[in-house]
């Protein structure tokens, strides 16, 4: 048996998700522990995803205040389980993205490893999307390879879908390595396009959008963007997906209600997600969903409605909870990491090969 600690901080940015997960070699989760994210905290690095005075010592000083966060929910999960570092092989920590631009060779997550093992006593392992990108690769997504860990074994063709601020699926055929890109959009836009109008941090179940109506001239012109037109291995984040992109469409278009607005961001992140799988397995026989988005009643809706042969449906109905994939899967790739286990997919991010990911700071 180990224990490992995975740590997820995505771009949402609405707190940090803390999974403690056993190995043995079964992947199964222990306990949870979630800590919002401080407005001051949100708000800085939203402002460090785009260039902006004193960058380096602000993103210096916000990633001290983010470990001081984590090690603080890590001692609360361990506290809550009587259990001592020593106790604990090893945490996996993301870190907060703040920029992504693999096609310039660089991926930027901040998250002061070092200090993180300082204060906390246990060893560290982060950085998992550098050497995927320095091999050629994409560095994103990375959780397609846990994806296959976790459901491997079973027939037919299945996928599962992250939704959180971007969405990215993972392909799983039998016999066949485990394929997967960014879709585009996940709750990003709708997320932001309902904390500028209605001051909310979201759209709980999707009832705004459901109150308005799909405006097909502004989703045309969203569904325009050069991303939508490539296929992967591909990903993207807040450089490309922000809200200046969607500001920069309406205003060369009639004023539309704010509702109609985010309507049409769903029927945006939907319709992406449905094309993209259906052109890359058409054949799905089940659609398994994770992220904070399978809380989204009209997407999930809509979703099933755009794929009436395929099942979709919550990682829930496999035993694993879809809140805390991500959270669970940066703790497997510790363990990848610290077992020297190739953990990325050349097939998913174009990387030249396999590769070990990850950078180790020991407790």
Not at 288 to 311: I, W, Y
Request: net charge negative; glycine share 8%; charged share 20%.
């Amino acid at each position: 048996m180990a224990l490992y600690i995975g740590v997820m901080s995505g771009t949402s940015l609405d707190g940090l998700d803390i999974a403690l997960v056993e190995l043995t070699p079964a992947i199964s989760l222990v306990a949870t522990h979630y800590i919002p994210m401080p407005d001051a905290l949100r708000t800085e690095l939203f402002g460090l995803c785009s260039s902006g005075p004193d960058e380096i010592a602000r993103s210096a000083i916000a990633q001290q205040n983010w470990v001081c966060l984590a090690a603080q929910g890590i001692h609360a999960l361990l506290d809550s389980q009587k259990l001592k570092p020593e106790d604990v092989r090893a945490i996996g920590s993301h870190g907060q993205t703040i920029r992504h631009e693999p096609a310039r060779g660089f991926t930027v997550q901040i998250g002061n490893p070092a200090l993180l093992s300082e204060l906390t006593g246990i060893t560290v392992v982060s950085d998992f999307r550098s050497r995927d990108v320095a091999a050629g690769g994409q560095g994103a997504p990375l959780v397609p390879a846990f994806h296959e860990a976790l459901f491997e074994g079973r027939t037919g063709h299945r996928a599962v879908l992250n939704v959180g601020g971007f969405s990215n699926l993972s392909l799983i055929e039998p016999e066949k390595p485990v394929a997967g890109f960014d879709c585009g959009p996940g709750n990003v836009l709708l997320d932001a396009w309902i904390h500028q109008q209605r001051h909310e941090h979201f759209d709980r179940d999707g009832q705004w959008a459901a109150s308005g109506k799909v405006e097909p001239t502004l989703l045309r012109a969203l569904l325009s963007d050069p991303f939508f037109l490539t296929k992967g291995p591909k990903s993207t984040g807040r450089e490309v997906f922000n809200l200046p992109w969607l500001t920069r469409h309406l205003s060369h278009l009639p004023v539309f209600a704010a509702e109609d607005v985010q309507a049409t961001l769903l029927e945006l992140t939907a319709l992406t997600i449905v094309e993209s799988l259906q052109s890359a397995q058409p054949d799905t026989d089940e659609l398994l969903v994770c992220g904070g988005g399978v809380h989204n009643r009209t997407l999930m809706k809509r979703l099933a409605d755009l794929l009436p042969d395929t099942k979709v449906s919550s990682t829930a109905v496999y035993g694993v909870d879809p809140d805390w994939v991500e959270a669970m899967a940066f703790a497997w790739l510790a363990h990848c990491c610290l077992e020297n286990i190739p953990a990325n997919r050349p097939s998913v991010t174009g990387a030249r090969g396999l590769r070990v990911l990850g950078a180790i700071y020991p407790a």
